[in-house]
């Protein structure tokens, strides 16, 4: 999603250049006849920016249905989707369990702003399954549970400035639209328009895996810290796999400086395994926040803390946050069908043995034949970068004009029936839905868009 901020301001509409590959360019005409209507309701005809295809080939596809690991798109175009929109999908679309379940929530009301049992019982199988937090909040996004996760620490703190990392993205709230400045540690720049001075300048931003710009920061700003905010695995501008000692050196950092640690676990949460980064690197963090998975496709947020920091909280405490539509019944209902299939036993080595199986055959072909082309994974998340480079840990170390490739690529998939998130700074995500099948059928595709991409 970091992309989408990037290209927000290009936006200029390529035309597709003369196809040199063997296979024709799938048809889009619905597509493109829904996007022209589309540009005439919505900013770039989306709702979302990196849904506009401004970093790939072509005109945004409208998508009709999904079913397993598959999507159709208005021309009726089949997909085998890897976009997973944007890793909620972990059980693939229009899984049986959740649908029954929503329907039947459904027959009683969709909402009354007033607490069901589902919310207890969705809490429930979070809280049961997460030694990090006694207590949490649901929140109709993982923006909003982000930025109530800063309010909280700013609050609980009584500090006013956070460290955030370059290549991390946390949603779309004021003090989180901050990219780094110049120098080693420096107040932000705005990212966006429309976000006052002053905000960026509560928010430092710091490189990735720079150990020395974390003790920098802390003494440059002695006292005035509240939180360092970090994706649990940083997987929205690459997939950027942060070293055990690095992830430990902040924990303590933040403990010597009475400063909370929260991770943003929007993706991780329940995507690399029941309890997320902070049980894959093993570290408690003070914070957590999760989103999409929780959701099972339905909009869920979550913030969550010690009994304690949550004690901060309105009501019972001072830190105001609030939702209309917060802890909606039938947004928990599809969460609760989602945690239930995934905490069955096996569930996640499953799903992770088989996406590493599927990054290391095409890390294999790719090797075999020279090509400047990693693919990084972790769990059930898969990113392709172009490069040599044997780990990628921070945002200036992806070569943005590597993404003419992934351009190239992403046209030649689509081709060939897959789906992959239109843009090469996005990750990819296998679900349940994945069968071994279609998972040999999509790597034929990728090898042989591979084997064009670097066509001589
Ligand atoms: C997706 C995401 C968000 C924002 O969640 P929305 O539901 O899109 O508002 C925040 N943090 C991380 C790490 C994310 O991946």
New binding site residues.
């Given amino acids: 999603?970091l992309e989408s901020i990037k290209k927000i301001f290009s936006g200029n509409e390529e035309e597709m250049p003369v196809n040199s590959s063997s296979k024709p360019d799938i048809s889009r005409a619905k597509s493109a006849e829904l996007y022209e209507k589309s540009k005439t309701f919505f900013p770039g005809g989306v709702n979302s920016p990196v849904r506009a295809f401004k970093s790939v080939y072509g005109t945004p596809l409208f998508i009709q249905k999904g079913d397993g690991c598959f999507i159709w798109d208005a021309d009726g175009n089949q997909f085998i989707d890897f976009c997973a929109s944007?890793?909620p999908l972990i059980l693939g679309h229009n899984n049986s369990k959740i649908r029954e379940k929503v329907i039947d929530v459904m027959q009683n009301g969709m909402s009354f702003g007033a607490p069901t049992a589902l919310e207890n019982e969705l809490a429930e199988l979070i809280i049961k399954h997460n030694k990090y937090v006694e207590k949490i909040r649901f929140t109709s996004?993982?923006?909003e549970a982000?930025m109530s996760a800063i309010r909280l620490a700013r609050g609980y703190t009584k500090r006013d400035k956070i460290i955030k990392f370059e290549g991390c993205?946390?949603?779309h709230s004021d003090s989180l639209l901050v990219k780094a400045g110049s120098g080693l540690v420096t107040f932000g720049e705005t990212s966006s328009a429309g976000v006052p001075k002053s905000f960026a300048e509560e928010t430092i931003v710091i490189a990735l895996h720079d150990k020395a710009a974390i003790t920098q920061a802390f003494q440059q700003f002695k006292d005035q810290i509240a939180a360092v905010i970090i994706?649990g695995i940083p997987?929205?501008n690459g997939l950027l796999i942060q070293d055990q000692d690095y992830i430990e050196f902040l924990r303590a950092a933040c403990t010597e400086n009475g400063a909370l640690l929260i991770f943003?676990e929007?993706?991780t949460g329940f995507r690399v395994g029941l309890e997320g980064a902070a049980a894959y690197y093993g570290i408690k963090p003070d914070i957590l926040t999760y989103?999409?998975i929780i959701g099972g496709g339905l909009p869920v947020?979550m913030y969550g803390s010690s009994a304690e920091i949550m004690g901060h909280i309105s009501p019972d405490g001072g830190v105001y946050q609030a939702g209309t539509l917060s802890g909606n019944p039938v947004a928990m209902a599809a969460g609760i069908a989602t945690l239930t299939e995934l905490t069955k036993s096996g569930f996640y080595k499953d799903l992770n043995a088989k996406t590493l199986e599927f990054a290391e055959s095409i890390q294999r072909f790719a090797t075999a034949r020279n090509y400047k082309f990693k693919v990084f994974s972790v769990g059930s998340i898969f990113w392709f970068a172009f490069t040599e480079a044997e780990k990628i840990q921070t945002a200036e170390a992806i070569d943005a004009s590597s993404m003419e490739k992934f351009k190239i690529m992403h046209r030649e998939l689509l081709n060939r029936g897959i789906y992959l998130g239109p843009s090469g700074y996005e990750v990819g995500f296998v679900s349940a839905a994945h069968t071994k099948v279609e998972l040999e059928k999509a790597k034929r595709a990728i090898f042989d868009a591979l084997d064009l991409v670097f066509k001589k």
């Fill in positions: 999603m944007w890793g996004s993982g923006t982000v993205y946390h949603g994706e997987a929205n943003d929007v993706i989103g999409k947020g």
